[in-house]
């Protein structure tokens, strides 16, 4: 079967592997499709985790701030 998406293979434990099904089962998906989501799900948060970080590494007490009007005029 030719498809466009690569296909990875993940090994769970059999208790991960039944809460898996059943909450695939719960919300009339597929477990393939459930662990797409949640994957998806984690790599979000993952970025959203990273992005923070470089967003406090770059926040500053006590310089100057601009309005969205000022830092997209021309004039400037």
Known sequence: MITKNPRINVTFEEAT???LSQ??????QSVASLVRELTL??????EDFYLSQVAEKLDKE???????????????
Request: aromatic residues 6%; hydrophobic residues 35%; charged residues 30%.
């Open 17 to 19: 592997a039944n809460v």
């Open 23 to 28: 909450l695939a089962h719960q919300e009339h």
């Open 41 to 46: 799900e984690a790599l979000e948060m993952r």
């Open 62 to 76: 006590g310089v100057k701030t601009y309005t969205h009007d000022e830092a997209w005029n021309d004039e400037a």
